[in-house]
Structures are given as C-alpha cells and as structure tokens.
C-alpha cells in the first residue's frame, strides 16, 4: 500500500514515530472502524481517527444534533441543529481527511440489528448512552470476533475498556442498571467528553498498529474532580450468558 505526497506531509508525524511509522500507517489506512453514537464520545473519537488516516469509518447514529448537544459535541456547530447526525459528520470528517472514506448508518442497533452491521469491520468503538444499545454491540463483537473499545460519560467522571473475547462487556455489566444516571437527567461537563473520545481513539490506533499495550482486558477510570485516574482489570464471568 502506497502514499501520495499529500498523505505523507499528512501523516508526517506518524511516518517517524516510534511504534508506528510506515507499516503501522499502512496499518491505519488500510483498517475499518465502525464507530456507534456520533456524540460526545464518538464524535471526538472519529475527528481524530479521521485525522490519523483510518481508511474506512462506519458512523452509526439515528439521532439529528440539538442546541443542547453542542456543549460538548464538538464535530457540530450552531447552523446543523436539526440535521443528520451521521451527515454532518461525514462532511466533517471528508474535509478534515478527504483521504478518508466514510459511510453513515442513520438506524439504532438492537439485539436484533447489531450482527449484521458489525460484520466486517476491524473495530468497533462504542459511544453510546444507552446500555441496551451497549449490551446489543458487545454481544454482536464477541459473536463476529471483532475487538470493542467501550467509552462512557459520568457527570464528572468518564471510563474506557477495549474488550476482545473474554473478558467482554457483558461480564463488566452482567444487567442493565435499574437506576442509569443519563446526561440529561444529571448533566456532564463537556470537556470529559473530549478527554474519553480521544482516548477511545487512542486505544484503536493502538489496537490497529500494535503499538504498546492496550486497554484489553482492562478499565480505565478518571475522575475529573480530583484529577486522578486508575486502572483495573477486568475478570470474565464464567457465568456470562455473552462470552461465558
């Protein structure tokens, strides 16, 4: 796999990192990422994929943008309210990399729906706010093999987990909360959701060039208030009804 001039100024700064360079920008150019919600999390998550030169992106969201969204979802501005979701992000992300190529999926995954859409696809990252949407990805990875990189939001506190077999979602939360805190409901500052996207993508471009170590297996957890950050490991449920 070749790159044009354009594409090597691009990704200069890959081409000479240690870790990456040409065979793990090769790597980047050549993988397809799904990436499911195209809000808080997704959207920082695509804009920096798109920018390290990821060749494919699947966007996948139902939902249009509103007033409130732009607090923290950053891919938008004031004239998309009401518009597509996935739309304004493909146009986004085609000016930011016009090297990219970007297909949107304007649906909401349900058990029923998930498998087929994350067939074929390299890596899945899970953006979501909703568990029932989550639990449905998680199942669809584990059955189709494909590694899932999971980031969520708390009012001031935010979480990533990139699962491949087992241990899988499923067995981090075996049942959907009865109480599940929503932004909506309790809000979220708007720069957390900048700090889990990048590092959704982050561990991605990890996964896709085999550089370091990923979060495979285990949870990071940050806490905006106080500032720190830990990271625990993950135990399979032998009893998960997923991967068990």
Known sequence: MTFSEDEIERYARHLVLADVGGPGQQRLKAARVLIVGMGGVGGPA??????????????VDDDTVSLSNLQRQIQFDTGDVDRSKVGVSARRLTAL????????????????????????????????????????????????????????????????????????YRCLVPD?????????????????????????????????TGAGDPLTGRLWIHDALSGQSRTVRIAADPACPVCG
Not at 46 to 59: F, P, S
Request: net charge negative; aromatic share 6%.
């Open 97 to 168: 990399n016009p090297h990219v190529e970007v297909r949107t999926y304007a649906e909401r995954l349900s058990r029923e729906t998930a498998q087929a859409r994350v067939v074929g696809w390299d890596l899945v990252i899970d953006g979501t706010d909703d568990f029932e949407t989550r639990m449905a990805v998680n199942a669809a990875c584990v059955a189709s093999r494909v590694p899932l990189v999971s980031g969520a939001l708390g009012a001031w506190s935010g979480q990533v987990a990139v699962f491949e077999g087992r241990p899988c």
């Open 46 to 59: 695509a804009l920096y994929l798109a920018a390290a030169g990821v060749g494919t992106l699947g966007l």
């Open 176 to 208: 959907i909360p009865p109480d599940a805190e929503t932004c909506a409901r309790v809000g979220v500052v708007g720069a957390l959701a900048g700090l889990i996207g990048s590092l959704a993508a982050l561990e991605a471009i990890k996964r896709l």
